[in-house]
C-alpha cells in the first residue's frame, strides 16, 4: 500500500458489495495456487445470485445483531473485513461470537488486519462474552496477532482443511471479552 493511500477502517454498507465480492472472489484463484492458504473456500466459486443472496444474509444478520462485519476500504475500495458471527442465535450458545477475517493479497503485512481485529473486538464487546477462532497451524503470523488480543490456544483439529490432495490443520483459539 503506497504510504500516500488512505485507510478507513468502518462498518459494512450496502454499497460495499461489488468490493467484498471481487475481493472474495480473488481468494480462490490464490488458494489454487497455495494450497496452504489461510481462508476455509467453498471448492468452487459461487455465483453472483448467491453472493447477493448472502450479502442480503449478512446485513439481516448486522440488523438483528447477531454479526459485526468491519471493512478496511483503502483509497475508496474494500480491501478486507473481518467479521464476528453470533455462533448460534437464540440457543445456549448465543454468548459466543466466532471471527473471521481476510485481506487482499497486497494489503496484507502493512497493519491493515490488526486495525480490523482490533476494530471488531471493541465492536463484539457488549454483544459477545467471548470470540473463538480457527486459524492453520502453519499460519503463525496470524497466530501471533491474535495472541497480541488475547487469544488464547486450547486445541488443535486434525485435517480439518483438505485442500488440492492435501491435509491442514487447524488451531482452535479463544478470547474472553
Same mark, same amino acid.
Given at each position: 500500500?503506497? +504510504?500516500? =493511500?488512505s485507510?478507513? @477502517? ?9 468490493? %467484498?465480492? &471481487? ?12 494450497? +496452504?492458504?489461510?481462508?476455509?473456500? $467453498? ?6 445470485? &448467491? ?10 444478520? @448486522? ?6 462485519? %468491519? ?28 471471527l473471521? %477475517? ?18 471488531? %473486538? ?6 459477545? &462474552? ?11 503470523? =496470524?497466530?501471533?496477532? $491474535?495472541?497480541? $488480543? ?10 480439518? @482443511?483438505k485442500?488440492?490432495?492435501? $491435509? ?10
Amino acid at each position: 500500500m503506497p +504510504s500516500n =493511500a488512505s485507510l478507513l @477502517i468502518r462498518d459494512v454498507r450496502p454499497t460495499d458489495f461489488d468490493d %467484498i465480492v &471481487e475481493t472474495w472472489f480473488s481468494f480462490f484463484p490464490e488458494a489454487e495456487a497455495d494450497p +496452504s492458504f489461510g481462508l476455509s473456500l $467453498y471448492r468452487e466459486r459461487p455465483t453472483m445470485e &448467491e453472493e447477493r443472496k448472502w450479502f442480503t444474509g449478512a446485513l439481516q444478520d @448486522i440488523e438483528n445483531g447477531n454479526l459485526v462485519k %468491519i471493512v478496511a476500504e483503502v483509497d475508496g475500495r474494500v480491501v478486507g473485513w473481518c467479521d464476528v458471527r453470533r455462533v448460534a442465535p437464540r440457543t445456549h450458545n448465543d454468548h459466543r461470537g466466532t471471527l473471521g %477475517i481476510c485481506l487482499r493479497r497486497g494489503f496484507r503485512g502493512r497493519g491493515i488486519g490488526k486495525a480490523l481485529v482490533a476494530a471488531a %473486538i471493541a465492536k463484539s464487546r457488549g454483544k459477545f &462474552e467471548s470470540l473463538e477462532l480457527t486459524v492453520l497451524t502453519n499460519n503463525e503470523t =496470524a497466530v501471533r496477532l $491474535y495472541r497480541q $488480543y488475547g487469544f488464547r490456544s486450547y486445541g488443535r483439529r486434525p485435517s480439518a @482443511i483438505k485442500r488440492c490432495g492435501r $491435509y491442514f490443520d487447524e488451531r482452535l483459539m479463544f478470547l474472553d471479552l
